[in-house]
């Protein structure tokens, strides 16, 4: 997935953003043959009349036979465990992932990105679990997560209403743990998550993106509306409470509460920039324990975003965060209206395509 609309994605990371991501792929079916496959559309790295073209095809091949189905495919993968997207040769892709599997389920070589073979229609739930059937014997890193009749006419790119994207940073002195390693941006310094609100206000609205558009964007302007930034401070997704807190927890909700741990979450991040050192009694840490780093999710919503946009964002919130840029350069950096302006950008390994959003029946 790649986090930004000049090259389209779909509901967490991409190859471009190397991370846990979700495609949304255009699957035409049709019933003239048992067990064929289809023409799936991925919505990355196509040009926007390449895109219409193909959309028009489909429509066509849809008009001559009344018993195709096109389909909305969710793709949930590790970015990091292939080397790109598209198709290329000896190496390990998403589409040659998928192709692979497809080719399983209907017994015949299919292209993902530019077939129009044809398969009979089956039951959403049916495609899903032979296709992950499939993709499990391979190497586990994707899956599909859903999938949805859709219209003719229908495009995952265009018709996307909204898309949601999350960066995970982990901050501390020590390194990341093993479990950890790509999968957030580990930043040793210290973070002030207070003067990172205040960075996203000046960044929310209609405004010339300029200074957060990477080369080679597709995007005919560079003015875009986000709806939505802000941080949050969470417990690392892998947290294991110690002896000590598992005791604490206990004597505060009593030995019958349901969810201890999640009230204890709750009891910790109710402060605007919770102490995890303080909550999780690391002064008099065990040996083989590990200190805990401090958690920050970064969060993008809008309707379509410019190429590598949220990523250039994050990496001057970071700044912010770390003391290196001020509030009055955030708003510098917005109005130079150039991408040399910009803190250097976020690395991919903590981005996240968090969801997509249509208007489906």
């Not at 991501?21 to 991925?42: A, F, H, N, Q, T």
């Not at 949805?148 to 960066?167: G, I, N, S, W």
């Not at 401090?294 to 410019?306: E, P």
Request: include cysteine.
């Amino acid at each position: 997935m790649s986090d930004d609309g000049g090259r389209p994605s779909q509901v967490a990371g991409s190859p471009d953003s190397r991370h846990d991501s979700k495609r949304s792929l255009d699957v035409p079916l049709e019933s003239s043959k048992p067990s064929k496959l289809s023409r799936s559309m991925p919505e990355g790295e196509v040009g926007v009349e390449e895109a219409k073209d193909r959309v028009e095809e489909g429509r066509e091949i849809m008009s001559q036979n009344h018993r195709i189905q096109r389909y909305l495919v969710a793709v949930e993968y590790i970015g990091t465990r292939f080397s790109g997207s598209q198709k290329q040769p000896n190496c390990r892709t998403v589409v040659g992932v998928l192709e692979e599997a497809f080719h399983k389920f209907v017994g015949q070589p299919v292209s993902i990105f530019c077939s129009s073979r044809t398969l009979p229609p089956h039951e959403p739930g049916v495609v899903r679990r032979a296709v992950n059937h499939f993709l499990q014997k391979n190497e586990g890193d994707i899956m599909v997560i859903d999938v949805r009749r859709v219209p003719a006419d229908f495009h995952a790119r265009f018709k996307a209403l909204e898309r949601t994207y999350h960066y995970r940073i982990l901050s501390g002195p020590e390194p990341l743990s093993t479990f950890e390693k790509e999968r957030a941006w580990h930043v040793p310094e210290d973070i002030d998550i207070l003067a990172m609100k205040k960075a996203c206000s000046i960044l929310v609205g209609c405004h010339d993106f300029s200074s957060f558009r990477a080369a080679g964007c597709q995007a005919n302007s560079p003015i875009k509306t986000l709806d939505e930034l802000n941080v949050t401070e969470v417990f690392p997704s892998l947290y294991f409470p110690s002896i000590s807190e598992r005791t604490e927890v206990e004597s505060l909700n009593g030995h019958h509460s349901k969810t201890p741990e999640l009230e204890s979450f709750t009891e910790c991040s109710n402060v605007s920039h919770m102490s995890v050192g303080k909550c999780n009694a690391e002064s008099g840490r065990e040996f083989g324990r590990r200190s805990r780093h401090h958690c920050y999710v970064i969060t993008a919503r809008a309707r379509s975003f410019l190429y590598h946009q949220v990523r250039l964002m994050v990496g001057v919130l970071k700044s912010v965060g770390t003391g290196d840029l001020t509030f009055s350069n955030v708003e510098k950096i917005l109005n130079a209206k150039t991408i040399a302006a910009a803190s250097p950008m976020a690395p991919a390994c903590g981005l996240y395509l968090g969801n997509v959003k249509y208007d489906l029946p």
